[in-house]
């Protein structure tokens, strides 16, 4: 009778062992194919497509398309490798929310080892997880290690030797990501005038190009004294060798292909043409930018290009010092005249920058809907198609002459 009750238990046991180690089985299969999409650990980059559609805008569906882009334009995934080689090299315009983006990069990036920013310093530490070598060139994390404000230009041709000198070592096989941000050029130009007005000079710029320095007789300066604090509007537009006129097409073209500095190299409408197409391919061909009046979808875009995630989402304060500046049509019109090659290079960034934004919205819904209802095939319409195009005029964010550009565009999102 012990004998048969002993037995008993053990088949008991047995059976309650096996639907324990099915049921585990079980789970762990069904982790495989659910946690992914709902946790970070599905992803090697640390990066889940969570649903986060409250948090970033509605596309328009009626936004017209001003430009041709190709899907080469549009489509902007990079695998970056933050424990192999590649660096994302941060081009720092003046006035256009740079120092916030960049505190963002080394503060705010949800990552396996993040940045080491301490109290009191100026620079983060920002290594990879497997060495003790930087992912991220910029002003936060490496300083200004290629001048103050470096542009395109210098920032190619001085970022390879800087980073071997760094790590003490050659390496020819990093991947550079270059990224930076733009903003409406009337309200960015203001921002510089307030921003001199009160001391401002970067008067430690290089402006290095084909190894050398601008000479005096190619740039000088616009004042007498140690700065031009007290400036006004009027001085600060009237002074014709201001970097503040057409900066972010100076800074993102290749100088090199207009001889630098030299006005006298090719006639200045020819210069002006060669600068602005250069800015265009260059701005086209990074792998991010953003704008400054759109942070949400810059943070959006960012976050897809590079598979990384923000820890806390991006803000958009309307309140600016730009903002804070009554003008006359006549004042805005004249700083829209100084500052024409980057009135038509913002044109061009915001209508690439919502294309962009539109094509990786469409994806991602047309990915969720098969997701979720794989055995349903669904008609196509001309939103749900990224390749489809249609030519016009722009219909979005135009220009309101007297008030800050940046709170008619966010309340137009």
């Known amino acids: 009778?012990?004998?048969?009750?002993?037995?008993?238990?053990?088949?008991?046991?047995?059976?309650?062992?096996?639907?324990?180690?099915?049921?585990?089985?079980?789970?762990?299969?069904?982790?495989?194919?659910?946690?992914?999409?709902?946790?970070?650990?599905?992803?090697?980059?640390?990066?889940?497509?969570?649903?986060?559609?409250?948090?970033?805008?509605?596309?328009?569906?009626?936004?017209?398309?001003?430009?041709?882009?190709?899907?080469?334009?549009?489509?902007?995934?990079?695998?970056?490798?933050?424990?192999?080689?590649?660096?994302?090299?941060?081009?720092?315009?003046?006035?256009?929310?740079?120092?916030?983006?960049?505190?963002?990069?080394?503060?705010?990036?949800?990552?396996?080892?993040?940045?080491?920013?301490?109290?009191?310093?100026?620079?983060?530490?920002?290594?990879?997880?497997?060495?003790?070598?930087?992912?991220?060139?910029?002003?936060?994390?490496?300083?200004?290690?290629?001048?103050?404000?470096?542009?395109?230009?210098?920032?190619?041709?001085?970022?390879?030797?800087?980073?071997?000198?760094?790590?003490?070592?050659?390496?020819?096989?990093?991947?550079?990501?270059?990224?930076?941000?733009?903003?409406?050029?009337?309200?960015?130009?203001?921002?510089?005038?307030?921003?001199?007005?009160?001391?401002?000079?970067?008067?430690?710029?290089?402006?290095?190009?084909?190894?050398?320095?601008?000479?005096?007789?190619?740039?000088?300066?616009?004042?007498?004294?140690?700065?031009?604090?007290?400036?006004?509007?009027?001085?600060?537009?009237?002074?014709?060798?201001?970097?503040?006129?057409n900066r972010q097409v100076r800074m993102l073209a290749d100088l090199s292909l207009v001889g630098c500095y030299n006005m006298s190299f090719i006639p200045e409408k020819k210069r002006a043409q060669v600068l602005l197409e250069s800015a265009k391919k260059n701005l086209r061909d990074m792998a991010f930018f953003g704008l400054t009046e759109f942070q949400r979808k810059t943070q959006y875009l960012f976050e897809r290009t590079f598979r990384l995630k923000f820890i806390r989402p991006f803000m958009q304060y309307n309140s600016t010092r730009a903002a804070g500046v009554d003008l006359d049509n006549d004042t805005i019109q004249r700083i829209e005249e100084l500052n024409d090659l980057d009135m038509q290079l913002y044109d061009y960034a915001r209508d690439l920058f919502q294309q962009r934004y539109m094509y990786k919205r469409q994806i991602e819904r047309r990915e969720q809907r098969l997701k979720n209802q794989p055995l349903f095939h669904f008609r196509r319409t001309p939103y749900d198609d990224p390749t489809s195009r249609d030519d016009g005029p722009e219909s979005e964010g135009s220009r309101l002459p007297t008030e800050d550009y940046m709170n008619h565009i966010i309340n137009r999102w």
């Not at 969570?50 to 990079?78: C, G, M, Q, S």
């Open 1 to 245: 009778m012990n004998l048969l009750t002993g037995r008993n238990m053990v088949e008991r046991s047995s059976k309650f062992l096996f639907v324990v180690v099915c049921s585990v089985l079980f789970m762990l299969i069904l982790y495989q194919y659910v946690a992914p999409g709902m946790m970070n650990f599905g992803s090697p980059h640390g990066y889940a497509l969570e649903d986060d559609a409250d948090l970033f805008p509605t596309p328009d569906p009626h936004y017209v398309k001003k430009f041709y882009f190709p899907i080469r334009d549009l489509e902007r995934t990079v695998d970056f490798e933050i424990k192999g080689d590649d660096v994302i090299v941060f081009l720092h315009i003046q006035k256009t929310g740079g120092t916030t983006f960049g505190r963002h990069l080394v503060q705010n990036v949800r990552l396996e080892v993040p940045c080491d920013c301490r109290p009191g310093q100026k620079k983060c530490t920002c290594y990879r997880p497997n060495r003790k070598e930087t992912w991220l060139f910029s002003r936060f994390s490496t300083g200004w290690s290629c001048g103050l404000h470096a542009d395109w230009t210098e920032l190619t041709n001085c970022v390879p030797g800087v980073l071997n000198k760094k790590e003490n070592r050659m390496k020819n096989q990093r991947k550079f990501y270059y990224i930076t941000l733009l903003r409406d050029p009337v309200s960015r130009y203001l921002s510089e005038w307030r921003h001199v007005q009160r001391g401002a000079t970067w008067k430690t710029s290089l402006h290095m190009c084909d190894g050398r320095t601008p000479t005096p007789e190619e740039l000088p300066p616009c004042y007498d004294g140690t700065d031009w604090s007290g400036c006004t509007l009027q001085q600060f537009m009237d002074c014709p060798y201001n970097l503040a006129n």
